[in-house]
């Protein structure tokens, strides 16, 4: 049985006839084209999936689409706007923060949903924050860096010294690899 679902995706109000079982991230991938939201484990344990719903983020294969209807969806695709990337994203290039990059749409954003709470998080905040992605090839720590990095380009470009912000947070990349343990 199918079912027409009405979905606002990344500001754009979106309609699909998708099988009434479908999930959230079977509608963006198979029914929308929107293939950045990554299926990984399909059941909830990796964090590949996560995508923003109200601006909470969700874990889109354990979603049914019909908990979408008539919600604001963000995925991985809407966080640039006018042809810039988003800090985090320039953040993550900079940093060294994703490499095989299965892992970073997810990552991307639950740390977009977390700055969008807490501007300035701490190291815990950010780690907490993460713990249900999981990313197999970076040890975490350029991953920390690089939100870190981005929350203090943030902040600067709202209402302080670029210098000073990105003087009080920034470290290089790489200096130590850290485990999530
Ligand atoms: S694909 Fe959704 S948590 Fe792994
Ligand atoms: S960059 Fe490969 S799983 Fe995270």
Known sequence: MHAIVTLTVNGDRRQAGVPTHYTLLETLRYALGLTGTKQGCDKGDCGACTVLLDGEPVLACLTPVWEA???????????????????????????????????????????????????????????????????????????????????????????GPADAGLAATFEPAGATQEDRS
């Not at 604001?72 to 990059?101: I, K, M, S, Y």
């Not at 977009?112 to 040890?139: K, S």
Request: hydrophobic share 40%.
């Open 69 to 159: 209807e008539g919600r604001e969806v963000l995925t991985v695709e809407g966080l640039a706007a006018a042809g810039e990337p988003h800090p985090l994203q320039a953040a993550f290039g900079d940093h060294g923060a994703a490499q095989c990059g299965f892992c970073t749409p997810g990552v991307l954003m639950s740390a977009h949903a977390l700055l969008l709470r807490n501007p300035a998080p701490t190291r815990d905040e950010i780690r907490e924050a993460l713990g249900g992605n999981l990313c197999r090839c970076t040890g975490y720590t350029k991953i920390y860096e690089a939100i870190e990095h981005a929350a203090a380009i943030l902040a600067a470009r709202d209402d």
